[in-house]
């Protein structure tokens, strides 16, 4: 499947409370392995749960982990937005 | 005798399962292969001693982290007849990935899934059988923290442990990229998870505690409430060590030594006795230090303040544990040295602790306070003081932005901010003391040696009135001086810097004797030596130079690499001599 059919976009550009599909993660393999250890997997749903204020970090969160990230990672995780 | 690892992700109970499995008897030690030293014990399981060893937590095996290299180290060179992999109940889709990644090691180990108590209240079933049957291991559901499920958990890795035949290194190679997905597909097909998990405690108080107008304001005043928590107890303490010294000194050594040529008392005296001083006085903030740090870093807090401070951090290379570290620094740089242990990755560890000597520590504040009243008027001292506070953060920015990119600068910045949890205080306690035996272990030496040379150097030829300039150290300063005169700084001051080298509470007796004033009449006789740019100028560089002995002894220690370490005495010499030279020459062309 094409990623335009899907509507893939980065993590970064999910809206505040909106949940998606993990389809992408950072090519990396250090940093792919540690985002699959905080449960960040292929096919796992993530949430957007806060950003902090003047910040670019945010929060998500992955079944019962919360985790904070910065925009340079979340833009390497790319998600299909699932309706609300 | 046959040896357990413990292994775990981070925020598991990993320390609370390890202290509730050996109680006190644990001691760090050194282990073939690892440059880091490792908390081990022996306990008795089923009548056979065993050797169980707290590995770091880690979130895989072949991760690119310091803590995942000490533990491919470890199990590289030490054999190991089993493992107990501790675990999460509560998040265990994720971390069943290490139970995996454990058992293709070949080694025999045991599951045991902590905060029980946790998903029991967030209606998390686990079908433990079916869970053992697919994953091949025993698996004890327990609480560490009330100690349910504990003797089932002694049970399982007494046997085995009995059953146990390998004994061998193992060499943990690259995991396998499915495994995560083969862990995800185990964890559905044996937990039971309830639809919504949503208001938990955990999301509630991050509500408060992340708000977006009062997360940062509330950040600083619980930084603030452990600051003086610190330091507040620390100084009765501190105190009551040094009167502690001073009765040992005057009742029993200086009696003693009556006898000693002059030379020797003066080295037992004020060489090797001040040398020891110096190491105690550490040793109570250590200890209030790591108490009220694992206080802070067991309830989930430090990596919020992480995430909220990140914005200020990230430019610099660094992240909101260092600016948590650092702020500490501003009671006594040795412990948030040391404390920057909680950070994984080795590069920001380096970083923070570059800067962490630029913040204006007590014993520093002592120095300028006393300048600072005798040298400017009452109005004017505030903002002198105010002023160095500016300067000590600017320097530790400046620094950051210069090293960030030899150091940290690729690192990524994702952070587990795992559940509010409520410590155990024996834990917490059991952490902070063996905070304490490590420094004793690694810095004495090194601090007493150094404390040694400068009393030789101040002391030698033994003939000469101590610190003048017919000993070492003033032949020293008339070489120094051509370095020193640009900064407004004359030679008597510049052999109270070397005496600042060791401690800086040491610099102001230093000045009295120097002066030979006595306490009460050195504010005088300072004010009559210089001025105020002169005096500003000193304190430009008490303030950027080496803080003590001490965290030179401790940047050693936690990095184990001298051209560091140099390079952590040295930039910030040149940085405080540039400082000082600019400062001198200019206030001079304009007010002096
Ligand atoms: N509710 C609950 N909390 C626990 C349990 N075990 C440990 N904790 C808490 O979890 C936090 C982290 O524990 P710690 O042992 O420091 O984790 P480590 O990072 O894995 O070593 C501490 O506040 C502990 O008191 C448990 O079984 N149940």
């Known amino acids: 499947m094409d990623e335009q059919d899907i509507g893939l976009l980065s993590l970064n550009d999910l809206p505040l409370g909106a949940r998606g599909v993990i389809h992408e993660l950072a090519d990396d393999p250090g940093l792919q392995s540690r985002m699959r250890a905080l449960g960040l997997c292929h096919g796992r749903i993530v949430q957007v749960v806060r950003r902090v204020r003047f910040g670019t970090t945010l929060q998500v969160r992955v079944g019962n982990t919360d985790i904070a990230l910065r925009a340079g990672e979340a833009a390497l995780i790319g998600v299909e937005q699932l309706a609300a | 005798m046959k040896r357990l690892a413990l292994l775990g992700m ?52 072949d991760g690119y982290g310091d803590d995942e290299r000490v533990v491919r180290e470890f199990l590289g060179a030490n054999p190991v007849d089993g493992l107990a992999i501790i675990t999460d109940a509560t998040q265990l889709d994720r971390q069943l990935i290490l139970a995996l990644q454990a058992k293709s090691f070949g080694l025999p180990g045991v599951l045991l899934v902590n905060m029980s108590d946790e998903a029991r209240s967030l209606g998390i079933e686990i079908d433990l059988p079916a869970l053992e049957r697919q994953l091949g291991l025993s698996v004890v559901l327990l609480s560490a923290r009330n100690g349910e499920g504990m003797p089932a958990a002694r049970q399982s890795l007494t046997s085995m442990l009995h059953d146990s035949q390998v004994q061998g290194a193992v060499s943990p190679e690259a995991a396998d990229p499915d495994l995560a997905d083969k862990a995800y597909q185990l964890w559905s097909d044996t937990v039971t998870v309830p639809t919504t998990l949503n208001d938990t405690l955990t999301t509630r108080l991050d509500r408060i505690m992340l708000h977006r107008w009062f997360g940062l304001p509330l950040f600083f005043l619980i930084m603030l409430g452990v600051f003086q928590a610190v330091y507040t107890l620390g100084a009765p303490l501190q105190d009551l060590v040094a009167s502690a010294l001073d009765w040992g000194r005057g009742q029993v050594l200086e009696p003693l030594v009556t006898l000693l040529p002059g030379p020797v008392a003066s080295f037992i005296l004020d060489g090797l006795y001040d040398g020891i001083g110096t190491v105690a006085s550490f040793l109570p903030v250590i200890l209030l230090f790591f108490i009220f740090m694992s206080l802070v870093e067991g309830s989930g807090y430090l990596s919020r303040a992480a995430y909220l401070t990140d914005m200020i951090m990230a430019r610099a290379g660094l992240d909101g544990r260092s600016f948590v570290m650092q702020l500490m620094g501003f009671g006594c740089n040795v412990p948030a040295l040391m404390g920057t242990r909680i950070m994984g990755a080795r590069g920001l560890r380096l970083l923070t602790m570059l800067i962490i000597p630029f913040s204006l520590c007590s014993a520093r504040l002592q120095v300028f306070v006393f300048l600072v009243t005798a040298l400017f008027s009452p109005r004017a001292a505030p903002l002198v003081l105010f002023s160095l506070y500016l300067f000590s953060f600017g320097t530790a920015f400046l620094t950051a932005m210069l090293f960030k990119r030899g150091l940290t600068h690729k690192e990524p910045f994702l952070l587990e901010l795992p559940p509010y ?43 000469a009135e101590p610190a003048s300039m017919e000993t070492l150290a003033g032949t020293l300063s008339i070489w120094m001086e051509p370095l020193f005169s640009p900064l407004g700084i004359d030679r008597l001051m510049s052999i109270t810097l ?95």
């Open chain 2, 10 to 61: 981070p925020n598991t109970g990993k320390s609370t399962f390890f202290n509730r499995l050996t109680g006190a008897g644990a001691r760090t030690g050194n282990w073939p292969g690892v440059t880091v030293d490792l908390l081990a014990a022996k306990v008795l399981l089923g009548g056979d001693m065993v050797e169980v060893v707290d590995l770091p937590g880690v979130y895989n095996l």
């Open chain 2, 421 to 463: 949890r409520l410590p155990v205080l024996r834990v917490v306690t059991m952490r902070a003391w063996h905070e304490v035996s490590h420094f004793l272990k690694k810095a004495t030496l090194f601090i007493i040696a150094g404390v040694v040379l400068v009393w030789f150097l101040t002391h030698y030829p033994f003939d």
């Open chain 2, 498 to 592: 070397l005496f600042g080298f060791v401690a800086k509470e040491v610099v102001l007796g230093a000045m009295a004797v120097i002066y030979s004033s006595g306490d009460a009449g050195l504010a005088a006789a300072v004010s009559g030596q210089m001025n105020w740019i002169q005096a500003y100028s000193f304190m430009l560089f008490v303030l950027v130079y080496t803080p003590c002995l001490s965290t030179i002894a401790v940047m050693q220690q936690e990095s184990r690499d001298w051209r560091y370490t140099t390079i952590a005495v040295v930039w910030p010499l040149t940085l405080a001599w540039v400082m000082s030279l600019v400062f001198y020459q200019v206030a001079t062309y304009f007010w002096g």
